[in-house]
């Protein structure tokens, strides 16, 4: 298994970011997919899921309406559009495979950074 | 939400201790627990899941326990590659997910 985060960059508040996942080594469109973000020093924070088919989306609090997920199982990527940005979304972003569905998480990427500052 | 609640928050510990870090949850998870390892720059890495459950190629001194509201993480004998920061994480309330703030294991 394998999946590697692109798309982190520094961007200035009120700006928008997509960030991508590449999966590999399992059946993508069997899982779903989550998006999980760490700021410096800091703990874990589940930011967004998606299931297998897209079908269902589930966001937390601090980006319900700015963040939104997407799939391509064509594709074995998952994405997550970022708008609005706010200094406070500042965190390395990690895409993570779910066990299988509402369950733990089994294999994290590497993560990608982004940073909001002006 | 669920809060769960990590203790301690730091962990000074030597080679060959055994150590144990707790997990409170703030309402019944049952055994909706897992526990993650992560070091520095590098991702957290699935340890147990199911609160007991070792992943296959975690090495056995790592063992987790509980249900319900309390959960334990023990290292049986700690080795130089164990120092690093872990995550207690519940799934029972799907899709609500929420972690622990984590525990520091340090080397005393």
């Known amino acids: 298994v394998r999946l590697v985060e692109s798309g982190g960059v520094l961007v200035q508040p009120g700006g928008s970011l997509r960030l991508s996942c590449a999966a590999s080594?399992?059946?993508?469109?069997?899982?779903?997919m989550h998006w999980v973000r760490q700021a410096p020093g800091k703990g874990l924070e589940r930011v967004s899921t998606?299931?297998?088919?897209?079908?269902?989306?589930?966001?937390g609090d601090s980006v319900t309406g700015r963040f939104t997920i997407s799939r391509d199982n064509k594709k074995n990527s998952l994405y997550l559009q970022m708008n609005s940005l706010r200094i406070e979304d500042s965190a390395l972003y990690y895409c993570?495979?779910?066990f299988g569905s509402g369950n733990y998480f089994d294999y994290w990427g590497p993560g990608t950074l982004v940073t909001v500052s002006s | 939400d669920i809060q769960m609640t990590q203790s301690p928050s730091t962990l000074s510990a030597s080679v060959g201790d055994r150590v144990t870090i707790t997990c409170r949850a703030s309402?019944?998870?049952?055994?909706?627990l897992a526990w993650y390892q992560q070091k520095p720059g590098k991702a957290p890495k699935l340890l147990i899941y199911?609160?007991?459950n070792l992943e296959s190629g975690v090495p056995s001194r790592f063992s987790g326990s509980g249900s319900g509201t309390e959960f334990t993480l023990t290292i049986s004998s700690l080795q130089p590659d164990d120092f690093a920061t872990y995550f207690c994480?519940?799934?029972?309330?799907?899709?609500?997910?929420?972690f622990g703030q984590g525990t520091k294991l340090e080397i005393k």
């Open positions: 080594g399992f059946t993508f469109d069997d899982y779903t």
């Open positions: 199911k609160a007991s």
């Open positions: 993570a495979k779910d």
């Open positions: 994480h519940q799934y029972h309330a799907y899709p609500i997910y929420t």
């Open positions: 309402q019944s998870i049952s055994t909706w």
């Open positions: 998606i299931s297998w088919d897209g079908a269902d989306t589930y966001y």
